[in-house]
């Protein structure tokens, strides 16, 4: 059985770590900064991409939009800037659509689209 004939949600969860690995070093190649941070730092967001990811696969709008919503809570209480979320779901969707195969991309894009949409738009 490929990844086409396989639950796109276990995929997704078999991937996570991948996923989250690849997020976080892209994120680091695009913005080299990010390492005055140091190798802590750099740890706290693979940590982060690992929990983003793991609150995609199960692939319900509802269930990501609280955690994106978590997250902004969190961000906004620790004085963290908003762009660092949205560089995150940005990288989640660029490994999203170059690792995994399109049957278990297309469901993932769009609970990540639906989720981490304006406040304004229902899901």
């Known amino acids: 059985m490929n ?3 396989r639950p796109a949600h276990l995929v997704l969860k078999e991937s996570t770590g991948m996923l989250a690995l690849l997020a ?3 994120l680091y190649d695009e913005q080299p900064d990010l390492w005055r941070m140091g190798e802590r730092g750099r740890e706290r967001t693979l940590e982060d991409f690992t929990h983003h990811f793991r609150a995609l696969e199960v692939l319900d709008d509802r269930v990501f939009r609280r955690h994106v919503e978590y997250c902004q809570s969190l961000f906004q209480s620790r004085g963290f ?4 979320l ?8 660029l490994v999203i ?3 995994l195969p399109p049957a278990v991309a297309r469901p993932a894009l769009a609970v990540l689209s639906a989720g981490t949409a304006s406040p304004e738009q229902p899901i």
Do not use: L, N, S
């Open 3 to 5: 990844d086409v004939e």
């Open 24 to 26: 976080t070093r892209g």
């Open 81 to 84: 800037p908003q762009k660092w």
């Open 86 to 93: 949205d560089d995150a779901w940005r990288w989640m969707k």
């Open 97 to 99: 659509e170059r690792e």
